[in-house]
């Protein structure tokens, strides 16, 4: 990877004449070392056609190890300051490849759908405090994305990696699980940003699948909110309200072949969406 990769002196002086100063409500920690920049884009297994998407490429750390890597990158950036400088700092940075740049400036989280090409894989430092949901609505949106790796804080990861079972599974590992199979893939200390955060951080590595057939989107969602909204309690309790009466949930759970005492952290996304088979055909 050439040597065009943004280090500590570069990140601030880009950040000085674009009178930036980070904030914590949008979740600005730009990365400032080189070699875990290389490290991210190593891990991310990407491929020489890949067509990236980075949401929240900041002052464009990430951006140009991307660059160095793949066919082309369209960044989401929210702030518009940072979204009008970052093709001019690529350009100065690693010259001609600024044309294989689209900058979008967007929330992420609200976005439907992704304009230019289809990318094939998600590689981004996401913003702490909207972490899950902008994964979420990336992936929804995004039907094109083969896999992906994303930076989250250290806590947030093991959420998203979990599988049923575990202590820390829930609604993020439920509901990602629906779009991709998840797996922690390496730790990233808080001494590589600035400003320096009062976490870590971790990466978490996903390959796309096929979401289960027998449901909507939708309808297993609205069971996994459900189901988690009372957590610890038996699914015959937890899904009383959604189904209409525990009688109900109990029957319904008998018919997707689940038994109405177990609990939520313990089924998976083919569970959940066999729930919600039987539910919205008691509702048609």
């Given at each position: ?33 080189p070699n875990t920049?290389?490290r991210i884009v ?116 093991d959420r998203l ?124």
């Amino acid at each position: 990877m050439p040597d065009a990769l943004l280090g500590p002196v570069e990140i601030r002086a880009i950040a000085s004449e674009l009178g930036l100063t980070p904030t914590k409500r949008l979740g600005q920690n730009f990365v400032h070392d080189p070699n875990t920049v290389r490290r991210i884009v190593r891990t991310a297994a990407l491929r020489r056609d890949d067509v990236v998407l980075e949401v929240g490429p900041g002052v464009g750390s990430l951006t140009l190890g991307l660059l160095a890597a793949v066919a082309s990158v369209t960044a989401i950036e929210i702030d518009r300051r940072l979204a009008t400088a970052l093709p001019s700092t690529v350009d100065r940075q690693m010259p001609g490849a600024a044309q294989r740049l689209t900058t979008v400036c967007a929330n992420a989280a609200l976005l439907s759908e992704i304009p230019g090409p289809q990318p094939t894989a998600l590689v981004a430092n996401l913003p702490y405090n909207v972490a899950v949901a902008v994964l979420l609505q990336v992936l929804r949106a995004t039907p094109t994305l083969r896999r992906g790796l994303v930076m989250v804080q250290s806590e947030v990861a093991d959420r998203l990696a979990a599988e049923p079972g575990s202590r820390v599974y829930g609604v993020p590992s439920a509901k990602l699980a629906w779009y991709a199979h998840a797996r922690r893939a390496g730790s990233v200390p808080r001494t590589v940003f600035w400003p320096m955060p009062n976490v870590d951080s971790k990466l978490v590595a996903f390959v796309a699948c096929d979401p289960p057939r027998q449901a909507k989107r939708a309808d297993t969602f609205a069971v996994i909110d459900a189901a988690f909204g009372r957590r610890r309690k038996m699914m015959r309790s937890a899904l009383a309200e959604l189904a209409g009466s525990a009688d109900h949930a109990a029957s319904a759970l008998r018919t997707a072949g689940i038994d109405p005492t177990r609990r939520a952290e313990s089924l998976g996304i083919g569970e959940f969406a066999a729930i919600a088979a039987v539910l919205a055909s008691t509702h048609d």
